[in-house]
């Protein structure tokens, strides 16, 4: 077997960039995600795949086992889990008092420092603002939804009653400000988005519903459409049939960075121009080899099977070595059998001819 090293200029090590596009409708207290269900799981594709504890002395277990069921289980028996990480995009309304349907002001509280290191941006990242707001709409989108951080310039959020859109917010400036571009109050900022974090903090409480009396949006009270009260419904727990006539959308794109490895195998002029596949020699001569306790000798002078085609069907063609290159072996610096890369079609090679095979890796 021929082993051919990899070269510095055979390698490549590249990071590549994906944004892709996310949908969220809210919708009588059902979030969907790009017409679909509206949570992500961490593990989607991933089946069979579940977290186990053995038992042993060390009394490891999940929560939810007491320490009474646990004794009574033998040593080495699998407890078996199973992964719950799914995540959505959440609500929280909070008011100058705390009062809130899910949470307390502490997660207001807790994004004081990373509102205000983004002061540089915006004067409407200033925590103060939030702080002394008489109510603070606050939307959570997960990180394994967006990845490294939602894209700058891609986020929009659509109020509509009954079908008809009513406001739009846009990070038009690309620089956080959520600006009002569609219905009453066009031109003002409602909030700010954290690029980064995934959250969005709106405070906006002028009416956009342009003779929309409201909705019941908070609680049992009819209160008038904006953006303070934008998202009801959005895993918040309002029940649903509260708010029949209102929806939202919210659509964005994320970041996610893959790392890729890139390497070129290369079959040159003269090489790789021979094989030890058996159908490699003519069909019928005789391959046995002659052994005894003196000597080991195999056949000599066997021929090479012709398989250059010829335009005529009772003339061969002119013999030129030809082997057919079906996949390259990956090996490490122990010739350990790491990797192997086929190719969709097998490659004619003649010792005339040279191919360089790209291979890339996900990591």
Known sequence: MTFKKFKNTDIFHNTLEMNPSYDFVVYDGNVYLNNATGSINLYEGVSGSYPYIPVSADKLSFSGVSSVTLAEMEYGVLQVGSYPQTASISREY???????????????????????????MSEYYNFDYYRDSAVVNLISIPSIVYGRAIKKGTVEMNFYVSGTLIGQLKDSNRNGELIQTEGVGTDRVAGVVLYNEGFALLTGTWDIGNGFPGEKYNSATLVTASWANYGSGMNDGLAGTVVPSSSFGL??????????????????????????NPTYKTYGQETTPLSSSMRYVEPRDLTIKNVVSSSFSDTDADFHKTTYISSV??????KNLIGIAKVATPIRKDENTEYSIRMKIDI
């Open 94 to 120: 909070i008011t100058s008092d705390a009062a809130t349907i899910t949470g307390t002001a502490n997660h207001l509280n807790s994004l004081q420092n990373t509102l205000n290191y983004y002061r540089t």
């Open 251 to 276: 659509s964005f794109e994320g970041t996610t960075k893959t790392q890729t490895l890139t390497l070129l195998a290369h079959a040159e002029k003269g090489e790789y121009n021979h094989s030890n």
């Open 329 to 334: 072996a990956i090996y490490d610096e122990h």
